[in-house]
């Protein structure tokens, strides 16, 4: 099932309350629709209005082409925690959070948590910016920060970029969970496990998932290889000093993947399989412009108990470009479908049996 969406740009995140889904579109339009709408096949998109245009005053954030833009959005506690590129100063970026309390009325957004650290290097590209949010332990949740597409930040503990970080909503402060990341655009915690599932865009080829069973409270930082170890190539073919791009990750010290995807699918979000009898199942939405295997699909993964071995996978081609998940029943999940760049965003409903 569709519902269209009129007059957004091509990049939108979905999320719920107990009665309501919120969706965020990349240039800040906000719509709710009513879930139990959803399940009996009825849905009605409502906009909500904010502040959000007083707020966010990039001057690049509504140019439309979606680097600078919405990158998630996540509700903890009765508050929207919205994601974003932030100028934080004259053509220096980063990723910062603002939040609303929920309110179906209006949105009153507020600045939430932002980093120091900008980065205004010559490549910089907030398309490598990652900005997933998850729900984590208590008062905290996982934050995915991009590498900017500067290659000297992810092997660097004392910078943001290409790391994933727990957050303490209310001190602001914030550890390093795992570092070595290029552009994480899927991220997820099992709860019933403590393990932290990730998903990461390679360059050309090396699309990765990433299991981290490590404790937030270890002393050691998981480290998934980037730039020195990938699976994927450079798109020029070149061999480059500081991003060598060792195929193999352990042989450097570094975490291997428990999957990588050569050709790359443009992997994004990953979410628990629906249903009182999934263990560990997953499924994983794939981007991508073209039709080759395993992109504009729907991935479904399921690991043995231990998080170490793939048990089995099955690809189901959607036809459009899968930007976020959201499972909002045990049969029911949402997909966020993006077309190619003259297609706007919609939402696909898909049922399970």
């Given at each position: ?29 906000f ?33 439309n ?16 925690l ?64 991009g ?30 969970v ?68 060792y ?13 990588e ?45 231990l998080?170490?071995?793939?048990l ?24 966020l479908?993006?077309?190619d ?11 399970f049996?």
């Open positions: 099932m569709i519902i269209s969406m009129q007059g957004s740009t091509p990049v939108g995140y979905i999320e719920q309350s107990s009665e309501k889904i919120i969706l965020a579109t990349g240039g800040g339009g719509y709710i629709i009513d879930k139990n709408d959803i399940l009996n096949k009825r849905p009605k998109l409502l906009p909500l209005p904010t502040n959000f245009h007083e707020v966010i005053s990039n001057r690049n954030f509504y140019s082409n979606g680097a600078h833009s919405i990158k998630d959005i996540l509700i903890k506690d009765g508050e929207i919205v994601s974003y590129t932030n100028e934080k100063y004259s053509d220096c970026y980063n990723l910062s959070i603002i939040s609303a309390k929920i309110n179906y009325t209006v949105l009153k957004l507020y600045n939430a948590f932002q980093f120091e650290e900008c980065s205004n290097e010559k490549g910089t590209n907030p398309h490598e910016g990652g900005g997933r949010m998850v729900n984590y332990k208590e008062k905290q949740i996982l934050l995915s920060v590498s900017y597409g500067i290659n000297k930040f992810p092997q660097d503990k004392n910078s943001i970029f290409g790391k994933i970080i727990a957050i303490d909503i209310d001190s602001g402060k914030y550890n390093i795992s570092m070595g990341h290029r552009n994480p655009q899927g991220l997820n915690y099992d709860e019933e496990h403590d393990v932290i599932l990730s998903t990461d865009h390679g360059p050309k080829g090396g699309d990765e998932i990433n299991i981290n069973m490590d404790r937030l409270g270890n002393s050691t930082i998981e480290n998934y290889g980037w730039p020195i170890s990938s699976y994927g190539s450079h798109y020029d073919g070149q061999h480059r000093t500081d991003a060598p791009l195929k193999s990750h352990i042989k450097y010290g570094f975490k291997e993947p428990i999957i995807f050569t050709p790359s699918i443009a992997i994004s979000e990953i979410i628990k399989f629906p249903g009182e009898d999934s263990k560990n199942d997953f499924l994983i939405g794939s981007l991508g412009f073209t039709d080759l295997e395993g992109r504009q699909s729907l991935h479904y993964l399921q690991f043995d108990k998080y170490k071995t793939l089995f996978k099955d690809v189901w081609f959607i036809g459009d470009r899968i930007r976020d998940l959201l499972s909002i029943d045990k049969k029911v999940v949402l997909m479908l993006e077309g760049h003259n297609v706007l965003p919609s939402i696909g409903i898909l049922e049996d």
